[in-house]
């Protein structure tokens, strides 16, 4: 039998860039105050926590 593999699958190593591309779009359309990370992570694709694996702060995703 072969193994199973997912419908789709991401590298780990690809999730920053992904949430530093969605972030961008998330601060170019609300602003840096009003972006709420629920908002990056739903464009990323991600869930919330996930963000804070790679980022300690939205000002520190924000400087990425």
Do not use: H
Request: charged share 35%.
């Amino acid at each position: 039998m072969s193994e199973m593999q997912p419908k789709w699958s991401r590298r780990k190593e690809a999730r920053p860039l992904e949430i530093v591309d969605a972030a961008v779009d998330v601060f170019l359309e609300n602003g840096f105050a009003a972006a709420k990370l629920s908002d990056i992570a739903k464009r990323a694709r991600v869930a919330k926590g996930t963000i804070y694996l790679y980022f300690e702060t939205k000002e520190e995703l924000f400087r990425a």
